[in-house]
């Protein structure tokens, strides 16, 4: 119980450790980890073993989930030769230089169980690079490459770790080279097919119903479904879930309304930020009660030779395609890009404790001390310097654009929205009074976006204007503030129920919000 209120806790100090991040501009799961591993020292602190199935089964489903909804499926279609490459070629390249870097380094370890170390942290996480690329501000096309490969890489490491298990824990020759081929296409078709299939039922669930607790409630289930769904059929859990979301998350505008969009987000995004919170901060928190049982420190010497050869094959990989392309600047931080997280850790985590004939497995502790201090050394090294590298590099994506792009997407939907109600007016479909109105306030919309998407080479407002603008949203901010301490104080009179409070001060909150920007 006190190790749940330990974790419990760091929940807490999740939303601290949040806004400091924010204001050092640093990314939180590397400042969770350092959080977790800093309580996890402080005397009196049980040791935490956290069991791979809650990973997995847990937390695993809904993060990875959400990370695929964020990817933008024509970005992918742009780079999914590279993804492919990265999420096949180098995964495997990755696994066998560990392999060796661990059986040479430590000889009592059997290449098989090596092996075992490398396809745990041969693929990039999911999780930690969604998390780490969200404040990046990388250009589209880049963010597209780190996030595809992180979603699509599980596969390659899954199978590697699979085989390299049998190949320890059972009789010499019972790995068959058909036998891998199939299981790789079983992992990665499979998941392929029982993601698009969950997705095509949630969607049409979706589709039927307006009741945001109920979408709530589909939304929740859908990456657990999918990924149990995965499992039990012995296939890629991992890749059922992100084919799910890439498929949810390109319809995600066609099965839900706007509001509902809105409280769906908001609650996955808090989903999110738990999870994350408490999985990171775990990482930190477990470590060292791993290392207590291992009699020395020899360990950490060849926890740092792991961690510089996932660098070192890393480059070696993208470099080629660096010389070629002339894209170095772009592949630097793809090659700095390669965090290991969650996924890896379940991996860990799983490692069975026995062999066939009953006996343990070859240095099950120590494999689980290397693989979650590199874990550990690539979320706060490569995390905590990702960022100030692609600053320093120039690859973020040019703010211009992306402003240009928003403002003409909003003057195609004002325009859009004209045509529409020009066509109803023709036909006779709308009341004349209401249309009008509303033709004048489009008109007005259309015009004010086209200046937006086109602006003229006019000087800018002059200061008076500015200070007026700031001056009006500080006095409504006011303003609501008083509306807000009316509203508690009727509810505390007893002349308005909490619910009518919650109903009304919902209305004072979304109008404060649109102070925020420039909304026309």
Not at 36 to 57: C, N
Not at 83 to 109: D, E, I, N, S
Request: proline share 7%.
């Amino acid at each position: 119980m006190h190790a749940v209120e330990i974790v419990l806790g760091m929940v807490a100090l999740a939303a601290v450790v949040a806004t400091v991040a924010d204001r050092l501009r640093a990314p939180a799961p590397a400042l969770l980890v350092l959080a977790g591993l800093l309580v996890g020292l402080l005397p009196g602190v049980p040791p935490i073993e956290v069991s791979p199935d809650v990973v997995s089964l847990v937390v695993l489903p809904p993060l990875i989930y959400a990370a695929a909804t964020e990817l933008a499926l024509p970005e992918l279609r742009k780079v999914l030769r590279p993804v492919l490459v990265l999420a096949v070629g180098l995964v495997a390249l990755t696994a066998f230089a560990v392999a060796g870097v661990v059986w040479a380094l430590v000889p009592q370890v059997p290449f098989p169980a090596a092996l075992v170390l490398g396809a745990v942290l041969a693929s990039t996480d999911p999780v930690a690079v969604s998390a780490l690329a969200r404040r990046l501000g990388l250009p589209p096309r880049l963010l597209a490459l780190v996030q595809g490969e992180s979603l699509f890489n599980d596969a390659t490491s899954l199978v590697l770790f699979r085989v390299a298990v049998a190949g320890s824990v059972a009789a010499a020759g019972s790995v068959r080279p058909i036998g891998v081929v199939g299981q790789f296409v079983w992992l990665a078709g499979g998941g392929v097919l029982i993601g698009v299939a969950i997705g095509v039922v949630a969607a049409w669930l979706r589709r039927r119903t307006e009741d945001a607790v109920l979408e709530m409630l589909i939304a929740l289930l859908t990456p657990y479904l999918t990924f149990v769904l995965a499992e039990v059929a012995n296939s890629s859990g991992v890749t059922a879930v992100v084919i799910c979301g890439l498929w949810l998350g390109a319809r995600s505008v066609r099965l839900s309304s706007g509001p509902v969009r809105l409280q769906v987000g908001t609650v996955y995004a808090v989903v999110v930020f738990v999870l994350e919170s408490v999985v990171f901060a775990v990482i930190g928190l477990e470590f060292p009660g791993l290392v207590e049982g291992l009699p020395d420190l020899s360990w950490l010497p060849v926890t740092i030779a792991v961690a510089g050869t996932l660098l070192l094959t890393r480059i070696l990989f993208v470099a080629p395609s660096a010389i070629v392309r002339r894209e170095w600047r772009g592949l630097a931080v793809v090659w700095w890009a390669g965090a290991r997280g969650v996924v890896p850790l379940a991996a860990a985590l799983s490692i069975p404790l026995t062999v066939s004939d009953g006996g343990p497995f070859p240095d099950r502790d120590l494999l689980i001390v290397l693989a979650t201090g590199c874990i550990i050394l690539t979320l706060v090294v490569q995390g905590l310097t990702l960022e100030p590298l692609a600053r320093r590099l120039g690859v973020r994506d040019d703010p211009a654009r992306a402003a240009r792009e928003e403002a003409f997407a909003r003057h195609a939907v004002a325009v859009a929205e004209r045509s529409r109600l020009q066509e109803l007016l023709e036909l006779e479909a709308a009341p004349p009074a209401v249309s009008e109105r509303l033709l004048r306030a489009l008109d007005a919309q259309v015009a004010r976006t086209q200046q937006a998407a086109n602006p003229a080479p006019d000087p800018p407002a002059p200061a008076s204007a500015a200070e007026a603008g700031a001056v009006y949203r500080e006095l409504r901010r006011d303003l609501l503030a008083t509306g807000t301490a009316e509203l508690v104080r009727l509810r505390d009179a007893g002349l308005i129920s909490e619910d009518v409070r919650r109903r009304v001060q919902r209305a004072v909150d979304l109008e404060e919000a649109s102070l925020a920007g420039d909304l026309g």
